[in-house]
């Protein structure tokens, strides 16, 4: 390799990692504001109707896995409509803080901005491999499903509180780690999956913050 190709190269890496972070920051954006659209919509919505819509949600995302290998123009589609169905499924709840706290849903959003922008920020910076933290945030969050079903059926002192907190502590390592991979994939194609993972960290983390700041307001 010449020395214009050695100086090149770097060069080349750099702008192939702005790329996928423009394309896929794009992406969330415009998903965010689809499911913005779907909670709208659906302010009227009963809580039993949601659950369809959660299931839909999943099935989208499902599908996901499988039209990226073939098409990323249908993931992309996939990936919107994700937005507006889940923002569907979370319209009774956001209506409900709406109607009775709505500072809680201006202050969940805020917090949600900020913590998204520190946590995405440092795993985006780091240089230190974050799969290890990803898989005991994953562990993680299956035990906090565990408590949250737990909590259903049992009278846990400030069991809500807890269960905000560690899934905030949780939701923060996924967002480093996502960020990461922004930085170190060089495959423009997996855009919309990197979205779609981006995404779920935001809305958690907005509902996990609108469920806090709702219950000490």
């Known amino acids: 390799m010449s ?22 920051m794009g992406l969330v954006a415009i998903t965010s504001g689809l499911f913005a659209l779907g909670a709208y919509l ?14 839909g949600g999943f099935a989208l995302l499902f599908g996901m896995q499988f039209a990226i ?20 499924a979370t319209a009774p709840l956001i209506a409900y803080y709406a109607d009775t706290d709505p500072q809680a849903v201006w202050q969940a959003g805020g917090a949600t ?32 499903i565990v408590f949250g079903i737990v909590t259903i059926f049992v009278n846990v002192p400030n069991g809500d509180l807890i269960y905000c907190v560690l899934g905030l502590v949780i939701f923060a390592g996924f967002t480093m780690f996502d960020f990461q991979r922004l ?5 423009i194609g997996t855009a919309p999956l990197l979205a779609a993972s981006i995404f779920l960290d935001v809305l958690n983390v907005f509902t996990l913050f609108l469920s806090l700041f709702g219950r000490r307001n």
């Open 3 to 24: 020395l214009q190709e050695q100086s090149y190269a770097p060069a080349q890496s750099r702008d192939q990692v702005h790329t996928l972070f423009a394309h896929t």
């Open 183 to 187: 930085r170190t994939s060089k495959d």
């Open 69 to 88: 290998r073939s098409s990323e123009q249908l993931a992309i589609f996939l990936l919107f409509a994700f937005g507006v169905v889940i923002g569907l």
């Open 42 to 55: 659906g302010r009227n919505m009963s809580y039993q109707t949601s659950w369809l819509w959660y299931i």
């Open 113 to 144: 901005a900020l913590f998204i922008a520190g946590f995405g920020a440092a795993g985006y910076a780091t240089r230190r491999d974050l799969s290890a933290l990803a898989r005991i945030c994953f562990w993680a969050l299956l035990a906090l």
